[in-house]
């Protein structure tokens, strides 16, 4: 069973940084593409950006040029660096994981992962 566990959510001004990080355990060495989703209230949950084992990505095109996934297949942690926040950035982080058939998976539908953490909370006002 995948365990992951998020953290590095907070409050902060428009404008600013924050660093997401989530750590995994119970992956097998079979590939897994890991992913940040997030839920702002009364929004469906979406994608914001997804690793495959490979270290290929893909965004959400709202964050774009601001938000950098990576990770470490050794320790099973991925990371989010979030600059530039903005006040829409606003919701719950969750990061998934989904074992996959390639090295090369990439998918931004949360419906495509099955391991997901409790979520970080990241709120972005002045």
């Known amino acids: 069973q995948v365990l992951l566990v998020e953290s590095g959510g907070g409050s902060v001004q428009p404008g600013g940084s924050l660093r997401l990080s989530c750590a995994a355990s119970?992956?097998?060495?079979?590939?897994?593409?890991m992913g940040w989703f997030r839920q702002a209230v009364g929004k469906e949950r979406e994608g914001v950006a997804v690793?495959?084992?490979?270290?290929?990505?893909t965004y959400a095109d709202s964050v774009k040029g601001r938000f950098t996934i990576s990770r470490d297949n050794a320790k099973n942690t991925i990371n989010l660096q979030m600059n530039n926040l903005k006040a829409e950035d606003t919701a719950m982080y969750f990061c998934a994981a989904e074992r996959s058939a390639s090295r090369w998976w990439l998918s931004l539908h949360p419906g495509d992962f099955s391991a997901w953490g409790q979520g970080t909370q990241v709120t972005v006002s002045e």
């Open positions: 690793i495959a084992e490979g270290d290929i990505t």
């Open positions: 119970g992956i097998t060495r079979n590939h897994y593409s």
